[in-house]
C-alpha cells in the first residue's frame, strides 16, 4: 500500500480531531507509520476545523497539512458548501460523507468512489448525542478497505472506555454495515 492522505472536515464539537487520531491509532495497530494532526482556526463550537491523518507502511516525515488528500471526510454536510473543499483531491479519490440525503452526481472529476451514511442519526440511536466521527471511521473503513474495523475498535480503546467505547464500537460497526457507496471510472 503506497501513502494515504486524509482530510477530515468538520465543526468544532464534533469530533473531527479525535476522528483523525482514531484513525491514526488503528493504523498503528496495523503496523503502518502514521502521522495526524489538527488546523484550528477559531477555536469554538461550531466554527469549522479540518484535521489531517497520513500513514504508509514507510516512515512518515511530512508533517505539513494536506493538500493533496485521497480522501475526504466530511463530518457537517453544510460544508459541502465550501468551494474549495474539494481543491487539490487526488485522481481516484475517496469521500466520506455524512448526509441523510442520497448523493447526487459526481461533484470533482478526480472523485473516484463516495461512502454516504447519514451518520448523524447513527449516532444519536447509538450515543445519543450527535457525534458522528466514529461512524464515519467504520464507513471509510468499508469503502476504502485501507484499515480493518478491528483495528478501529482497537483504535478507539486508546481514547475511550467503559459503556462509551462500546457505543462506539457499534457506531462504528454500523457505519461499516449500513454506508451506501457510490463509484465512477
Not at 5 to 11: A, K, Q, V, W, Y
Not at 41 to 53: C, D, I, L, Q, S
Not at 166 to 183: H, L
Amino acid at each position: 500500500m503506497s501513502a494515504k492522505e486524509i482530510r477530515f472536515h468538520g465543526r468544532g464539537g464534533q469530533g473531527a480531531v479525535l476522528a483523525a487520531r482514531m484513525l491514526a491509532s488503528a493504523c498503528a495497530y496495523e503496523g503502518k507509520h502514521v502521522a495526524s494532526f489538527p488546523m484550528y482556526g477559531f477555536e469554538r463550537r461550531g466554527m469549522p476545523v479540518v484535521a489531517f491523518t497520513r500513514f504508509d507502511t514507510e516512515p512518515v516525515r511530512e508533517k505539513t497539512q494536506i493538500y493533496t488528500p485521497d480522501c475526504l471526510m466530511v463530518i457537517d454536510p453544510t460544508l459541502l458548501e465550501i468551494g474549495n473543499l474539494y481543491e487539490g483531491l487526488k485522481p481516484g479519490g475517496v469521500l466520506i460523507l455524512n448526509s441523510p440525503k442520497p448523493f447526487n452526481g459526481r461533484p470533482s472529476d478526480n472523485l473516484e468512489k463516495a461512502g454516504v451514511i447519514n451518520a448523524t442519526q447513527v449516532a444519536l440511536c447509538e450515543i445519543g448525542r450527535d457525534i458522528p466521527n466514529t461512524c464515519l471511521i467504520g464507513a471509510l473503513a468499508a469503502t476504502t478497505g485501507w484499515v480493518t474495523l478491528e483495528s478501529i475498535f482497537r483504535g478507539f480503546g486508546d481514547y475511550l472506555e467503559g459503556d462509551m467505547l462500546e457505543r462506539n464500537i457499534r457506531n462504528a460497526q454500523r457505519g461499516y454495515n449500513e454506508v451506501e457507496v457510490y463509484s465512477w471510472d
